[in-house]
């Protein structure tokens, strides 16, 4: 496995998502958002799923693909 800061600038990383962390299977230095698709520098990426194994641009991204996933979420309040 490289570390995560390893590899070229301008090209798109692949991850694995763990809890917590990340590791770079595949060098580069962004990942696109899976909500949005804004590309999130890896110094900056903190919102992923780890069952999904998708990055998000923050945690209005997140939430919205959360309920996507689960619409019963909407209901609740």
């Given at each position: 496995m490289m570390n995560r800061f390893e590899g070229p600038?301008?090209?798109e990383a692949r991850i694995r998502y763990l809890d917590g962390d990340f590791q770079?299977?595949?060098p580069g230095s962004f990942v696109r958002c899976a909500v949005t698709g804004e590309h999130i520098p890896?110094?900056?990426l903190k919102y992923w799923s780890?069952?999904?194994q998708e990055p998000y641009v923050n945690a209005t991204a997140s939430l919205r693909r959360e309920i996507e996933v689960h619409p019963e979420l909407?209901?609740?309040s």
């Open positions: 600038g301008g090209k770079v299977t595949s890896l110094d900056e780890v069952a999904r909407r209901k609740r």
